[in-house]
């Protein structure tokens, strides 16, 4: 019979080398994250070397400031 909830974790150790073990296979398989929209998961290794080929997204350059507006009031 089991106690009342909420209940003890009872192997922490085990509990997280399973979670470990299923985010590794996340991180290192393809998958379907939203098979509606065509959204896929690809492992991380093969992520990164598609990152080095390609690079990174660039923005626009945005116009630097000039310092603070000058006023005609002085304090």
């Given amino acids: 019979m089991l106690p009342p909830e909420p209940r003890l974790q009872v192997s922490a ?3 997280l080398e399973q979670y470990k073990a299923a985010q590794g296979e996340i991180l290192n398989s393809y998958g379907w ?3 509606k929209a065509g959204i896929v998961r690809i492992p991380i290794e093969r992520a990164m070397d598609i990152l080095v080929q390609r690079g990174l997204p660039v923005r626009g350059a945005a116009p630097a400031k000039q310092g603070m507006p000058k ?3 002085h304090r």
Avoid: L
Wanted: charged content about 45%; glycine content about 0%; proline content about 11%.
């Fill in 33 to 35: 994250v939203d098979q």
């Fill in 13 to 15: 150790p085990k509990d």
């Fill in 71 to 73: 006023t005609s009031e």
